[in-house]
């Protein structure tokens, strides 16, 4: 059985990992880090955690990012938010190319942050003891074991107050629907210009999970099977329109017209069955491309909502 990216990241820098969370996370190079490989678009990158701050327990100055940037050319972005950095890597055609870029990515900025006198420490604190790396709704951080129990406390709190919050399901599918729409534009401008993009179904699922926790005031698993649902379905609403603006170009008749012939249209050949489902097999293909990994991020969201896990 092949070995994981993440095994290999472990063994090489002497990481612990955390298969749920595809996570590796320890001390490196004096510093309390943590590498999560996450999923951008098509394609896998690294996303690298820490908290640190200077000998006088400042935060991180928002001016060392593009010092931190400019540290490795296997750096994508830098995000400082007072003492937490986080660094995303770029993408790689292959594990070996990721994790390469991962642990050449880790030396740099760690090399940078003794350069600079900067030391760890809790995300919500100066304190520089009594260290632990846990994941905080699935998202690593550096924390005290004080900061820790409180993040505790006050996640119980918000998991009280969100047990009490009413699901409106129906104003929910309302959102979905109207959400869907735009989903709906974009697949049938993509399929006029010629070509199917994951881009459309990614569009459709975020706009339409969107609409239902807008309207529904709550995200939920039942909120994410409808969504889901109103996705699909609104899918074959938008290839309806796709071919019933082409039908009605051609013909010189009207788009209520034709939307409501298309069914007979195609059942009696003046639409060509081969284009038409071969169209639709495709437009289906690259929405599930966009739609299938944006249900599994949230219902792993929901999974880990609230959620604080000690990982080292």
């Known amino acids: 059985m092949p070995v994981s990216i993440l095994t290999k990241l472990q063994d090489d820098m002497g990481l612990n990992h955390d298969k749920a969370s595809k996570t590796v996370s320890g001390i490196y190079n004096d ?33 060392l990012a593009d010092e931190i940037k400019g540290s490795s050319k296997h750096i ?47 995300a919500f604190s100066n304190q520089t003891t009594d260290l632990g790396i846990y994941l905080n709704e699935g998202v690593p951080m550096v924390l005290s074991q004080d900061n820790y129990e409180q993040l505790l406390q006050d996640n119980a709190v918000r998991a009280g107050q969100d047990f009490q919050k009413k699901e409106h399901v129906v104003n929910g599918i309302v959102g979905a629907i109207l959400g869907s729409l735009i989903g709906v534009l ?20 975020v706009a339409t999970l969107k609409g239902y926790e807008l309207f529904a005031k709550k995200q939920s698993k039942k909120g994410l099977l409808i969504s889901i649902l109103v996705s699909l379905v609104m899918t074959y609403f938008a290839l309806q329109i796709y071919w019933a603006i082409a039908v009605a170009q051609v013909n010189k008749v009207s788009f209520f017209l034709a939307f409501t012939e298309i069914p007979r249209l195609v059942s009696e050949g003046y639409i060509e ?28 969201g929901l999974n880990q909502k609230f959620d604080v896990r000690k990982i080292y």
């Open 31 to 63: 510093y309390y880090i943590a590498l999560q490989q996450v999923v951008q678009g098509n394609s896998y990158t690294f996303a690298f955690y820490t908290s640190l701050s200077d000998a006088s327990g400042n935060d991180v100055p928002q001016a």
């Open 76 to 122: 994508a972005s830098v995000q400082i938010l007072g003492h937490q950095v986080q660094v995303i890597s770029k993408s790689a055609m292959t594990n070996n190319k990721l994790k390469q870029k991962a642990v050449e990515m880790t030396q740099a900025v760690t090399a940078l942050f003794k350069e600079k006198g900067l030391v760890s420490t809790s």
């Open 186 to 205: 974009a697949i049938v401008l993509l399929s006029q210009m010629g070509f199917a993009a994951a881009v459309s179904g990614l569009i459709m699922s």
């Open 273 to 300: 069955s081969g284009a038409y489902y071969t169209n639709m097999f495709i437009v289906y293909l690259f929405v599930l491309l966009g739609l299938v990994p944006t249900v599994i991020s949230t219902y792993k």
